[in-house]
């Protein structure tokens, strides 16, 4: 009885401790929690080590995910301070539903390209050979941007032929790629460059006209925090400054244009 | 005075009947299974509902709505049912702690008990190492402890060895003497009834069919139950080898040998009555009087008186027609033999002569 | 051949080729999963901060989960044993229920319950200014529905093998039904007490569909080991090998420390 009851005590201690540590942490030590689209991931995690090296006691937070995904996250007020989209319409739905204080902010343009494995299995060399019967390409789902911006590439190309499979967001459909458990896939041209030479891209045509927008915008419970969003702003100051353009284009970003 | 018991339980199909018992009375509950016997119990525990038109009344108290822990009644069973986590002394403390004893008090109640039940020295033993004998020496210590106003036992020897049963029983038999409340017994062993009872209930069907005393039971028993468990011929002596002297003087002759004090036990159908002396293989035989002959159905269940070194008296089943033929009128002298193989020896440390000591 | 029941025969070959696949299909999985492992990187991997965070959440939330189900599964388990009611049925079915339950499902189902808008979340955001979803509270409220069926029904089965006669025992010696549920029931339900929370601990801590639906996947607030695994997996997938076996290995250790303590004592 005596071990049921330490065990019950500490539970309860725990879920106790838990539970209010699990408040706003943007108020306390000044964490910055920064919502990102997957495609950000390895540009954002050195954004974040240059920030916080030039903002003494902040700790930057990184939350990778598929931008629909935060974007409806943001609306339901969970925590994040700052919003980071991979096109125009997660983040619209996301000031529309309540999520973002103030305008949003483009920083960064992205261009999806084919991505096949180093080796090429299938012998893809330009887009229209994704229409060939054999080929197993993937793409992301449509409502993530990367899925959306495919869509409308694969019909303006009139490729008839379906993906083998929609991935959640970008980063998987990478992955896969990289495995080999794909012959083709449609991601960003920073993906491509992030691999490290795991994937080749090849150009879509006319992918340039109509690349995806990357947008940043300060939540509203980033507004509620004790700096009333300040950090949030600063964020979003270096990101579009001299500086964090640089680290964006050397990943293979567009500019804003 | 008023009764300690009155009990009325109404569930047809399961028991229908009413008894009473006072102070120190003994009961043994007998029939057959399925004849209401546990119904009967549970009753009286509390553990069944009586019926609507049932009652427990104990001390001029109604029980019928106490639930069981309300209640003052200890409870042994079949298999001993001591708390596997629990040491001896700690089971025997259970019962008075629960009811709001300290528990250095406990713990001396627990240890006086132990001691009277004679396993004192096992009062740090857990369950599991208990033989069965210990164990329901445990049991019985434990249901004591709570000095209860009615005891119930449920077959409580017959899980045990046959010597450490007949141990159990006389030292149960000791306490019983100084206990003032009523036990309720449930048995299938006539030397429980034997040793034990004031009185025997016969239940048959649900209902009772006879309640009386043992020696009454066993002469004019009820049912084909009773007539088998009582009526049992038990002489006690001491073996050695095939041969038994026999308390009240005279020889038995047994199949299997046999060592020290013992109890000679062989049903009423094993016994054989002629006119004359007998000229067959029975080792055993014995002249003996008639003192009555009660007939059921086509059996005459007849007991025999003064039968000199066979213990005084004999029951024997015979036929109508044997009886007839024989003309076993009550007086009239008649041999009755056994044959040895029929005998069963059981050894016994002390002499259950009955309760006529009371 | 070695017989379970010597005397009986060999076993039959067919029974042997069909176990034996079951095993081998087990136990591939695992052993390429140990082979796959970049044991050159393994310690860098598994002491990066994400890494460090993720398991000491992950032990931490399914410890909270489990004490949870003792405290609400233990009485629930014994109403279900011992305890005759009506709709004793129902409650049994809603009981089982997260168990067969998709656990995104159970993610969904619970947002619709404590979310901003759900049925118990508005009034308290409205009455505390308290929110549920995307905290560490959510990931052991999310645990604790998906893993307390398994705690409660393991128990039940404890409880109900548990001698009845004995608590009937305790109740002719005077204790009363709580006493005896303190004195008696419990103390002989502690070795199925123990396994049932092992079963929970092992269920929470695997949980992955509930957790990232309704406590989203924030490191080191919400992000436990399964999730980090997930999200290693799209980055890079040598990282999320080695995060997998630290949590096959977790559980492997588990298993062992108590095996021969709670199996043992279950038979």
Known sequence: ?257 | ?358 | MATAAPGLGRPPLRLLLAGGAGVAFLALPLVALVASAPWDRMWSIVTTSDSRQALWLSAWTSTAAAALCLVFGLPLAWLLARVDFRGRRVVRAVVTVPMVLPPVVAGVALLSAFGRHGLVGEPLRHMFGTQIPYTTSAVVLAHTFVAMPFFVLSLEGALRATSLRLELAAASLGADRWTTFRRVTVPLAAPGVAAGLLLAWARSLGEFGATITFAGNYPGTTQTMPLLVYARLQDDRDAAVASSLVLFAVCMLVLLLLRDRWWGALR
């Open chain 1, 1 to 257: 009885m005596k071990k049921l009851s330490a065990i019950v005590l500490a539970g309860v201690l725990a879920l106790a401790a838990t539970g209010c540590g699990s408040g706003d942490d943007t108020t306390k030590g000044r964490t910055l929690t920064v919502l990102a689209a997957s495609s950000l991931t390895g540009t954002f995690t050195d954004l974040a080590s240059q920030f916080e090296a030039a903002h003494h006691g902040v700790r930057v937070r990184l939350v990778f995910g598929s931008s629909a995904t935060l974007a409806q996250q943001t609306t339901e007020h969970a925590p994040g301070d700052v919003l980071a989209t991979a096109d125009q319409k997660t983040m619209d739905d996301a000031v529309s539903g309540g999520g973002i204080k103030g305008k949003p902010t483009q920083f960064a343009t992205n261009v999806v390209v084919v991505a096949v494995p180093a080796d090429n299995p299938a012998h893809v060399s330009t887009f229209a050979d994704l229409d060939r019967a054999g080929v197993d390409y993937l793409t992301c789902v449509p409502t993530a941007p990367c899925g959306a911006a495919a869509e409308a590439l694969l019909a303006k190309a009139g490729i008839s032929r379906k993906p083998a499979s929609q991935e959640v967001d970008v980063k998987s459909v990478l992955a896969k790629v990289v495995a080999g458990e794909a012959d083709a896939g449609l991601v960003y041209r920073t993906d491509v460059t992030a691999s490290g030479g795991k994937v080749t891209g090849i150009d879509i045509p006319d992918a340039a006209s109509s690349p995806n927008t990357y947008w940043l915008g300060v939540t509203a419970k980033g507004h509620e925090a004790a700096d009333g969003g300040a950090l949030a702003t600063q964020w979003i100051e270096f990101l579009t400054s001299s500086e964090g353009q640089a680290v964006l284009k050397a990943a293979g970003f567009g500019a804003v244009g």
């Open chain 2, 1 to 358: 005075m008023s009764p300690l018991l009155d009990a009325r339980v109404d569930l047809p199909g399961r028991f229908s009947g009413a008894l009473t018992a006072s102070p120190g009375e003994v009961l043994a509950v007998v029939g057959p299974n399925g004849a209401g016997k546990t119904t009967l119990v549970e009753a009286v525990a509390g553990i069944l509902d009586p019926g609507d038109a049932g009652r427990v009344v104990v001390d001029d108290a109604d029980w019928t709505p106490l639930p069981p822990h309300r209640r003052s009644a200890g409870l042994v069973f079949q298999e001993h049912l001591l708390f596997p986590h629990l040491d001896a002394r700690d089971n025997v403390a259970f019962g008075p702690r629960a009811r709001g004893v300290g528990r250095r008090e406990s713990q001396r109640v627990a240890d006086h008990w132990l001691e009277a039940l004679g396993v004192a020295d096992l009062a740090s033993r857990a369950p599991d190492v208990l033989s069965g004998g210990e164990a329901q020496r445990v049991a019985l210590a434990r249901a004591l402890a709570i000095e209860p106003r009615v005891l119930l036992l449920d077959e409580p020897f017959s899980a045990l060895d046959v010597s450490v049963a007949a141990e159990l029983r006389d030292l149960l038999a000791h306490h019983l003497r100084a206990f003032q409340g009523v036990v309720l017994m449930v048995t299938h062993d006539v030397l429980d009834v034997r040793a034990l009872a004031d009185r025997v209930v016969v239940l048959e069907h649900g209902a009772i069919a006879q309640d009386d005393t043992p020696a009454a039971v066993a002469e004019a028993p009820a049912t084909p139950h009773a007539a088998r468990l009582l009526g049992l011929n038990v002489l006690s002596g001491s073996a050695s080898g095939t041969e038994v002297e026999l308390d009240d003087g005279g020889l038995l002759v047994l199949a299997s040998p046999a060592q020290g004090p013992v109890l000679a036990t062989f049903p009423p159908s094993a016994v054989t009555l002629t006119a004359e002396a007998p000229v067959g293989s029975a080792r055993n035989r014995w002249e003996t009087t008639v003192h009555r002959a009660v007939r059921r159905d086509q059996v005459v269940r007849v007991h025999l008186q003064g039968t000199a070194g066979a213990g005084a008296q004999l029951y024997a089943d015979v036929t109508r027609g044997a009886a007839t033929e024989l003309d076993l009128t009550p007086g009239r002298v008649v041999w009755a033999s056994v044959k040895a193989t029929e005998v069963t020896a059981l050894p016994a440390e002390f002499v259950a002569a009955g309760r006529g000591d009371r």
